[in-house]
């Protein structure tokens, strides 16, 4: 969440726990404290991710959690009620849309503006959106890959793919229950991605990193070690990577040849925590054929374009949404 005079105040992963008995449910933890009940849960208590490839999967659970977070963000939001600028997948449609205003409104806002995820995260990467030239950023975030090529403060093309960091946890779920016999949960994925993750093909290295992990024997059910190696991850990964490059160049190719040009001589901007995957943008430089580069902090690209919008006022007022 943003503020324009404070920048970057909550930080946090959209998830909440509450507790259930006797037919009644409440409130019991949102973001990082909800986040470490994830798979760990009692009978007696619910944990939820209520949001799924960026729009809202579960109405009454994404109000708790964004009425707990105004509580902990803004501590006044009792007594005043905030205006609110959310960002949204390219192509969310209009229902996708109210539902993601009503739920806002109904957990303490005042009004809810929507701006497309690629417009804000080329906003926050410093890309050049006003001008008479085209610019191409690529969002990689936890639901959904965002790419859009911008100019004069609008988006000419774009698309929005089912690909973002939760698929690579779930694709090396995958990978390590095929080839290791071993299940493993949400949170040793995402360890896995941290330390040995790579876009690169892993047989050009020397040495391989490895890791040692645990969890659930697919054959018997007891619990069970294994050593992955970044082989392992690359297999699991390769095919999403596949998705983001096919991406770009379906973009590409719809782009007007002037606009293509500049990005061509320009190169591609990847902004989102997905970007910070060890060598994407050398894999995707090699395989398009022009330069692609991670911006400037790009796990806040979104968030910060976001307070840009709003601070431009009047010369960017045309890209938020407040009727959908």
Known sequence: MVTVQK????DEPSVVAFNEAKGKKSFL???????????KTPESIVASQ???DGVIADFDHAE???KEFFKKAIPTSKYRKPKVVVCVPFGATPVEKRAIQQAIKAAGASAVGLLDEPM??????????????????VDIGGGTTEIAVVALGGITNATSLKTGGNHFDEALIRVIKK?????????????????????????????????????IGSTNGLPKSANITQKDSYA?????????ESGVRSVLERTPPDLASDVFDDGITLTGGGSL?????????????????????PKYSVAHGAAYAVQMGKKFVHAIEYNP
């Open 179 to 215: 080839n290791l016999g071993l299940h493993i949960g949400g949170a040793t994925a995402e360890k896995i991605k941290l330390e040995l993750g790579s876009a690169l093909d892993p047989g050009r290295s020397v040495s391989l990193k490895s890791l040692m992990i645990s969890g």
């Open 7 to 10: 920048g970057i105040i909550l």
């Open 236 to 244: 699991a990964f390769r095919t999403l990577i596949d998705n983001i």
């Open 120 to 137: 804000a995260a080329a906003l926050g990467a410093n890309l050049p959106v006003l001008q008479p030239k085209g610019s191409m950023v």
């Open 64 to 66: 708790t959690m964004i």
């Open 29 to 39: 933890a949102v973001g990082d404290d909800a986040k470490l009940m994830l798979g």
């Open 50 to 52: 209520p949001l799924s």
């Open 277 to 297: 995957l060890h060598g994407l943008d050398e894999e995707l430089t090699q395989r398009l054929n022009i330069r692609v580069f991670v911006a400037e902090n």
